[in-house]
């Protein structure tokens, strides 16, 4: 799915297993293609993870050594039966939200 974390506007994501136990690995993106940060994830059976980019559960160090400005993708991979993905787009100044496409090329980078 796309991401956006700028001054102006910053990016959720929630997953939810609704299945059995699901290992899952979260992957950011530049949109050179180059992998920039990994989280690996256990979600029980009706077990849900929620967070922004920028929050120290996904990947708060790598933003804080780039100033805190990212643009590209979330790349979400889980075992099993998979996982449900929500993605939304926070804008600072009025918190209004707009979802973000999690289909399997979400945002593909200029050649």
């Known amino acids: 799915m796309y991401v956006s974390v700028t001054a102006e506007e910053n990016t959720g994501v ?55 400005v990212f643009k590209g993708t979330l790349n979400v991979h889980a075992t099993g039966d998979g996982v449900s993905i929500l993605g939304l787009i926070q804008k600072r100044a009025t918190g209004a ?3 973000v496409s999690t289909t399997e090329n979400a945002f593909t980078p200029d050649d």
């Open 14 to 68: 929630t997953l939810h297993n609704p299945h059995n136990t699901a290992s899952v690995t979260v992957d950011l993106i530049l949109v050179s293609g180059e992998e920039q940060a990994r989280k690996q994830l256990t979600l029980g059976p009706l077990e849900q993870f929620v967070a922004f980019i920028d929050e120290e559960a996904l990947s708060r160090d790598f933003l804080e050594s780039v100033d805190g």
């Open 97 to 99: 939200l707009i979802a």
